[in-house]
């Protein structure tokens, strides 16, 4: 499951990025968490726990933003009608298919998946707690409940406000290690 947008802070907007064209041979979708600082092709990819991130994708593009249709929809089935994710080619960055829209606001708080069990470590299960992506398991859609912390110098990807009202087993969280805002070293 991927971290799905509920809304935002109190007078916050989200900011979506332009195109962001996407590596070569990666599998993202709506949902998962990028960055682009450890890139040098100008693209974007699977972030590292407790670095900073751009955010979270919203939609898989075109160069212009427009969303790709699927090549087949079978009628009678319930089905996206645009690429909602994708695994890229080895050759993305040269023939420049495949792009994603990002939410770099840290005003928008998302509901998000956690690998393990809530409330094992640092309390991650109430308000309060900081969480990494789950990059330790290269799953890029959820967080790793593992390194929840309540310690403030260690750095974290999220900001945890407790259980999702509407799902128990999942988490509403924002970004707080920005790589547009962040000053980390």
């Known amino acids: 499951m991927s971290l799905l947008f509920r809304k935002t802070k109190q007078g916050g907007v989200r900011i979506l990025s332009e ?70 080619a080895s050759d993305n960055t040269t023939t420049k298919t ?12 998302y509901s998000a998946t956690v690998s393990g069990t809530l409330g094992t470590t640092g309390n991650s299960n109430k308000k309060g707690a900081r969480l990494d992506v789950d990059s330790a398991n290269t799953t890029y859609n959820q967080l790793l409940e593992t390194t929840a912390t309540r310690t403030i110098s260690t750095p974290a990807n999220f900001y945890s406000y407790g259980l999702d009202p509407q799902n128990s087993a999942r988490l509403l969280v924002s970004m707080t290690m920005s790589e547009t805002r962040s000053t980390m070293e």
């Open 98 to 109: 495949y792009w994603g829209r990002v939410d770099t606001s840290e005003d928008s708080i």
């Open 19 to 88: 195109p962001y064209l996407l590596d070569d041979s990666k599998t993202l979708g709506v949902g998962y968490v990028v960055n682009s600082y450890e890139y040098t092709d100008d693209v974007i990819g699977y972030p590292t726990a407790a670095q900073p991130i751009l955010g979270v994708i919203e939609s898989i593009c075109d160069k212009y933003g427009n969303p790709i249709p699927v090549t087949t929809v079978t009628a009678g089935t319930a089905a996206s009608t645009v690429i909602t994710s994708v695994t890229t």
